[in-house]
T-cell receptor, first 112, second 118 residues
Framework: RKEVEQDPGPFNVPEGATVAFNCTYS??????FFWYRQDCRKEPKLLMS???SGNEDGRFTAQLNRASQYISLLIRDSKLSDSATYLC?????????????FGTGTQLKVEL | NAGVMQNPRHLVRRRGQEARLRCSPM?????VYWYRQLPEEGLKFMVY????????ESGMPKERFSAEFPKEGPSILRIQQVVRGDSAAYFC????????????????FGNGTRLTVT
């Protein structure tokens, strides 16, 4: 089983739609979770941290389900500028300390 | 407040040459992470360094690759005798503390070095 798994997509949605991405992780000891966004051939940028109680930032809502070991990202009222790859990121504790492990990403295309 | 600075942005090397990639972390950050992204693939962890110390190099290929983060100056990722399979985007990221300790410890990425081996 992969440490972090995401549906690669692509998700093609019309402008204004609501879209949700899920991500599962294998290490039950993971403590911190993030969503990053990566535009084509650019560096990943932090979108939001994921808090235990869930959190919202404008049109974006993140949820964590520790029992089922998954996190989700909900985007409301999609904009053309939301088109990007969304990366689920989980800390994995190894013998060398913590490291952030990235999923392969879910591609979103928002269309007119 | 400059972000993570990587150079060069693009690097072309012939097979067998050496590639040196440099990364200056954000001001105040002493934790540096290197990731590699192959075409059409996700980011893969390579190495985690603090000043003058390699903390975790479990993602580094055993041969030809090395990394350092000296007391003064940028972190360097060095690839000796490059092969075509080394062609990728190499991202450096920094953090003020060990990542994963809390939701306040994400990574801040540089804009990457795109290595092409011909």
């Amino acid at each position: 089983r992969k440490e972090v798994e995401q549906d690669p997509g692509p998700f093609n949605v019309p402008e204004g739609a609501t879209v949700a991405f899920n991500c599962t992780y294998s290490n039950s000891a993971s403590q911190s979770f993030f969503w990053y966004r990566q535009d084509c051939r650019k560096e990943p940028k932090l979108l939001m941290s994921v808090y235990s109680s869930g959190n919202e930032d404008g049109r974006f809502t993140a949820q964590l389900n520790r029992a089922s070991q998954y996190i989700s990202l909900l985007i409301r009222d999609s904009k053309l500028s939301d088109s990007a790859t969304y990366l689920c990121v989980v800390n994995i504790l190894t013998g060398g300390g913590n490291k952030l492990t990235f999923g392969t990403g879910t591609q979103l295309k928002v269309e007119l | 407040n400059a972000g993570v600075m990587q150079n060069p942005r693009h690097l072309v090397r012939r097979r067998g040459q050496e590639a040196r990639l440099r990364c200056s972390p954000m001001k105040g950050h002493s934790h540096v992470y290197w990731y590699r992204q192959l075409p059409e693939e996700g980011l893969k962890f390579m190495v985690y360094l603090q000043k003058e110390n390699i903390i975790d190099e479990s993602g580094m290929p055993k041969e030809r690759f090395s990394a350092e983060f000296p007391k003064e100056g940028p972190s360097i990722l060095r690839i000796q005798q490059v092969v075509r399979g080394d062609s990728a985007a190499y991202f450096c990221a920094s953090s003020p503390m060990e990542v994963g300790l809390s939701y306040n410890s994400p990574l801040h990425f540089g804009n990457g070095t795109r290595l092409t081996v011909t």
